[in-house]
């Protein structure tokens, strides 16, 4: 993708959320002729953010239209400060195609298919190195025997250090030639000379990454990966991800599963709807006569949506599913690190309410705020934005998560050990979940000791810290 505005770091892309909204000016504006102009885009890009954002109160009385649009869209921010404006915006974002945006947020980008974590190599040393969390099935570093655990110090034979690794990493080169270390037997990283070789293609991630049932000590353990909350590969009206959830669970229920762990670990969040869906499926003593979520506007977009339609518009329900598994369920541990984001913390904040979840592994990442795309619907302008529109509550009316939710048990990913497969019972997040449901008082052995984490694959994705909302807006707001 290109000309993301980036704004929080070298290394983190904010992509925002769900609903997708097509701007248009009233039917008494003109439509401009000839070439598009940094100016037109700007004042569509005011005219949107007058109506949307949720603090609209807060732009800037006299914002400067000469600007690029991307520097443009950021001077209109309520940027966030952890001393001066810690409730602040964090996650807006403004991307030069909106085509391009619409397909990211639906899992589709070009991709070796490999998900990373990026490390100092130790906390003396310049040196780089990359760490697979997981593969996409099907992909190119699939195919490439690349897998959970493999370590990357080099790429196209240059080592990583400090001062090239974006360049290395976040290349726009197709192929790239990883070299592998390894994690001895007293946990250190030795280099090898083994390579693996990949090529990108524009690939469609598949979020319902993996479903296991275990019976260990006679419970029935329920255990699913799930990495983007995305409806279906075409959009939020294709319904194929969450078919493939509602199949998860209906081989639950048909198995007796009564204990269920839940792997949010690096899901970085997606639309509400597939959320809603995924709730519906857990929730114990839930229907459609109960809040899942709530949502809040600006105080001028409040007043015309509660006009339009009523105050009970921004309550989201659960809904009715013949798959839930909540009137079983003994437990519910989530398994979470600072990628599991947005939507995946709507789903904790809203089952809280109904029964107790048990998180393990680090601290989410924090982002109780959604937002739209808009894009403009004569498709004049090309740009795609995602500004915050909205802040979102459970039926308690609580949303005390905007620094992340802290873990139960705290289980850290070391870059220093070897990590086993997903759904390796002898995996450190799952064994430690296990030992809890079972009583087993035991959980497998993992490396302590500091990390240093420089960033991650996730943090880039389309949908990171995003909730993506598809509601009807007021036509007078288009």
């Given at each position: 993708m290109r000309n993301f505005f980036v704004w929080r770091s070298a290394l983190l892309f904010m992509a925002s959320s769900l609903l997708v909204v097509t701007s248009c000016k009233k039917s008494t504006d003109v439509t401009p002729t000839g070439p598009v102009t940094d100016k037109e885009v700007n004042g569509w890009i005011l005219d949107n953010m007058k109506t949307y954002y949720y603090w609209n109160d807060?732009?800037?009385?006299?914002?400067?239209?000469?600007?690029?649009?991307?520097?443009f869209f950021k001077s209109l921010l309520n940027t966030y400060d952890v001393a001066t404006n810690p409730t602040g915006d964090r996650f807006s974002w403004i991307q030069e195609s909106a085509d391009e945006l619409k397909a990211s947020l639906n899992g589709e980008t070009k991709t070796d298919g490999i998900e990373y974590k990026l490390y100092l190599r130790t906390a003396s040393s310049n040196d780089v190195i990359g760490k697979i969390l997981y593969v996409q099935k099907g992909s190119p570093a699939a195919k490439a025997g690349l897998k959970r655990g493999d370590i990357f110090y080099q790429i196209n034979g240059q080592t990583l250090n400090t001062g090239n690794y974006i360049d290395l990493v976040?290349?726009?080169?197709?192929?790239?030639?990883?070299?592998?270390?390894?994690?001895?037997?007293?946990?250190?990283?030795?280099?090898?000379?083994?390579?693996?070789?990949?090529?990108?293609?524009?690939?469609q991630a598949n979020p319902v990454f993996l479903d296991s049932v275990y019976t260990i000590k006679g419970k029935t353990i329920g255990y699913f990966v799930y990495n983007q909350f995305a409806t279906g590969p075409t959009g939020a009206?294709?319904?194929?991800?969450?078919?493939?959830?509602?199949?998860?669970?209906?081989?639950?229920k048909t198995k007796g599963v009564t204990d269920l762990v839940l792997d949010l670990r690096y899901n970085p969040g997606g639309y509400v709807t597939a959320a809603q869906n995924l709730g519906s499926l857990i929730g114990k003593g839930v229907d459609p006569s109960k809040i899942f979520y709530k949502k809040e506007y600006s105080k001028?977009?409040?007043?015309?949506?509660?006009?339009?339609?009523?105050?009970d518009w921004f309550n989201g329900y659960f809904l009715q599913k013949s798959s839930n598994i909540g009137a079983n369920l003994r437990t519910l541990t989530i398994l979470t690190t600072g990628g599991t984001a947005s939507a995946s913390e709507l789903v904790i904040n809203g089952l809280r309410p109904f029964m107790d979840v048990t998180t393990i592994g680090s601290t989410t990442y924090g982002k109780n705020v959604g937002s739209i795309t808009i894009s403009d619907e004569k498709g004049r302008i090309k740009w795609g934005m995602q500004p915050i529109v909205t802040?979102?509550?459970?039926?308690?009316?609580?949303?005390?998560?905007?620094?992340?939710?802290?873990?139960?048990?705290?289980?850290?990913?070391?870059?220093n050990e070897v990590w086993k497969q997903l759904g390796d019972v002898n995996e450190s997040m799952l064994s430690t979940a296990i030992a809890r449901i079972t009583g087993a008082g035991r959980v497998a052995a993992h490396a302590d000791g500091p990390t240093f984490e420089l960033g991650s694959s996730i943090d880039r994705r389309a949908g990171r810290s995003n909730m993506f909302f598809r509601d009807k807006l007021p036509a007078e707001q288009h």
């Open positions: 807060k732009l800037p009385v006299n914002p400067d239209v000469s600007l690029t649009p991307d520097v976040y290349s726009t080169s197709d192929t790239k030639t990883y070299t592998l270390a390894s994690v001895d037997a007293t946990n250190a990283i030795v280099n090898t000379t083994t390579t693996r070789q990949t090529t990108a293609v524009v690939f009206d294709d319904h194929t991800y969450d078919n493939q959830v509602d199949a998860v669970f209906a081989r639950f001028t977009l409040t007043a015309s949506l509660t006009a339009s339609y009523g105050a802040k979102t509550f459970n039926s308690l009316n609580q949303s005390d998560y905007s620094t992340g939710f802290k873990p139960s048990v705290e289980v850290k990913e070391y870059s």
